[in-house]
């Protein structure tokens, strides 16, 4: 029994993230200012990509996303059950219809196939979602994308460091959205970004983020002079503050080290667990990168003798932190009352919402607290299995 509560998904702040803080306060430029667009030169380049949009959350930048697709009442975007319900809710607040395809059980990314089924005279785009940090089967969906003159984004939540046959997440699509909230692979505690190969987008959705104005603030105050600023679209307030740019700046520098502890941990876990009666995820695909953002374990009650529920308060009453990712979208009262969804219209993303546990995968964690979990996990089923 651990003394200390494990947080599940605590980040890894360092010194350097501390000290470029510390500088945005002495300099007092705190909003939207020079370390927000070198956050948003160092990730682009980061992406191989020449255009990105930093935002305050991955929420706003699915948002924006959407509606730079310049869609119509009626109009559909296909997308999966197994996601945040951010996800959904952006493209409702776009003024889209939001349709559901069912996952791959092994996978557990959107089926191509399902998508295909799904496709009708007023599909205009497919959110995928690259769950966990696993690929999506973008030559499928890209496939259909061409043949349905579909626009495609890519919602990158848990997928920054993940690729797919030599092309970085969020470049394949036509536009890419990244999270770095505080449980992400890299953090600004809230925040998100937007990328795109295609200027004019990105272009309108700075302006969209910064309430429709046609300069930043940071540009309107900067030594070189006021500018006046003009409205030009009823834009939002999405636009990401210095303060969090400061800790991204340094988070993105440490991103491959990052990645290669939580493929340490994820590796230990593959090996100390395989014995147990639970499911562990599939292996990476060749020629793509997994960005090891969650690592899910699945509890069959009739296999492991405890439900899903039971073992998650098992392992909170032993000090360890865990999440589940996720309940299938149609549990959701909200939308089984909007869309009529039931749930045993997606059986597979419905058998994993009701299985699934998150362990904890950050690179905060030490080899005793990864020791921790696997006790923790073992003792657990074994004793059920008894």
Same mark, same amino acid.
């Given at each position: 029994?651990?003394?200390?509560?494990?947080?599940?998904?605590q980040?890894?702040?360092? @010194?350097?993230?501390?000290?470029?803080?510390?500088?945005?306060?002495?300099?007092?430029?705190?909003?939207?200012?020079?370390?927000?667009? @070198?956050? !948003?030169?160092?990730?682009?380049?980061?992406k191989?990509?020449?255009?990105?949009?930093?935002?305050?959350?991955?929420?706003?930048a699915?948002?924006?996303?959407?509606?730079?697709?310049?869609? !119509?009442?009626?109009?559909?975007?296909?997308t999966?059950?197994?996601?945040?319900?951010?996800?959904?809710?952006?493209?409702?607040?776009?003024?889209?219809?939001?349709?559901?395809?069912?996952?791959?059980?092994?996978?557990?990314n959107?089926?191509?196939?399902?998508?295909?089924?799904?496709?009708?005279?007023?599909?205009?785009?497919?959110?995928?979602?690259?769950?966990?940090?696993?690929?999506c089967?973008?030559?499928?969906?890209?496939?259909?994308?061409?043949?349905?003159?579909?626009a495609?984004?890519?919602?990158?939540?848990?997928?920054?460091?993940?690729?797919?046959?030599?092309?970085k997440?969020?470049?394949?699509?036509?536009?890419?959205?990244?999270?770095?909230?505080?449980?992400?692979?890299?953090?600004?505690?809230?925040?998100?970004?937007?990328?795109?190969?295609? !200027?004019?987008?990105?272009?309108?959705?700075k302006?969209?983020?910064?309430?429709?104005?046609?300069?930043?603030?940071?540009?309107?105050?900067?030594?070189?002079?006021?500018?006046?600023?003009?409205?030009?679209?009823?834009?939002?307030?999405?636009?990401?503050?210095?303060? @969090?740019?400061?800790?991204?700046?340094? @988070?993105?520098?440490?991103?491959?080290?990052y990645?290669?502890?939580?493929?340490?941990?994820?590796?230990?876990?593959?090996?100390?667990?395989?014995?147990?009666?639970?499911?562990?995820?599939?292996v990476?695909?060749?020629?793509?990168?997994?960005?090891?953002?969650?690592?899910?374990?699945?509890?069959?009650?009739?296999?492991?003798?405890?439900?899903?529920?039971?073992?998650?308060?098992?392992?909170?009453?032993?000090?360890?932190?865990?999440?589940?990712?996720?309940?299938?979208?149609?549990?959701?009262?909200?939308?089984?009352?909007?869309?009529?969804?039931?749930?045993?219209?997606?059986?597979?993303?419905?058998?994993?919402?009701?299985?699934?546990?998150?362990?904890?995968?950050?690179?905060?964690?030490?080899?005793?607290?990864?020791?921790?979990?696997?006790?923790?996990?073992?003792?657990?089923?074994?004793?059920?299995?008894?």
């Amino acid at each position: 029994m651990r003394k200390d509560f494990l947080v599940f998904g605590q980040p890894l702040i360092e @010194q350097a993230e501390k000290d470029e803080l510390l500088d945005s306060m002495d300099k007092a430029w705190l909003g939207t200012g020079p370390k927000v667009h @070198q956050f !948003e030169m160092d990730f682009a380049k980061y992406k191989q990509i020449d255009y990105a949009a930093a935002v305050n959350s991955c929420t706003a930048a699915l948002h924006l996303a959407c509606l730079s697709l310049g869609l !119509e009442a009626g109009d559909e975007i296909i997308t999966t059950p197994m996601t945040f319900c951010s996800t959904i809710n952006a493209i409702i607040h776009a003024g889209a219809k939001p349709v559901l395809a069912d996952i791959d059980p092994v996978t557990l990314n959107i089926d191509a196939a399902e998508i295909g089924e799904k496709i009708t005279s007023r599909t205009r785009a497919v959110i995928v979602v690259h769950f966990a940090g696993r690929p999506c089967d973008m030559d499928a969906v890209m496939a259909l994308a061409k043949s349905h003159n579909l626009a495609v984004i890519e919602d990158c939540a848990h997928a920054i460091e993940t690729e797919y046959k030599g092309n970085k997440a969020g470049t394949i699509g036509d536009l890419g959205c990244f999270s770095f909230y505080a449980t992400k692979n890299i953090t600004t505690g809230e925040g998100g970004m937007i990328i795109s190969r295609n !200027e004019r987008k990105i272009s309108r959705i700075k302006i969209m983020a910064l309430h429709g104005l046609s300069h930043d603030a940071w540009e309107r105050y900067s030594d070189s002079g006021y500018k006046h600023y003009y409205v030009e679209e009823a834009g939002f307030k999405y636009n990401m503050m210095d303060l @969090q740019a400061a800790i991204g700046i340094h @988070q993105l520098r440490r991103i491959d080290a990052y990645w290669e502890r939580r493929q340490k941990i994820w590796n230990r876990y593959m090996g100390d667990l395989k014995d147990l009666n639970i499911g562990l995820p599939a292996v990476a695909e060749k020629d793509t990168r997994h960005a090891y953002h969650l690592f899910t374990i699945r509890i069959d009650p009739d296999k492991v003798g405890i439900s899903r529920d039971n073992f998650l308060e098992a392992m909170t009453e032993r000090n360890i932190g865990v999440g589940v990712h996720y309940l299938s979208i149609p549990e959701h009262p909200y939308y089984r009352k909007r869309f009529s969804w039931r749930s045993e219209d997606f059986p597979h993303s419905y058998a994993v919402g009701r299985e699934t546990v998150s362990l904890p995968i950050s690179p905060k964690l030490t080899d005793r607290d990864v020791e921790d979990v696997i006790v923790a996990v073992r003792d657990i089923i074994l004793k059920n299995q008894d």
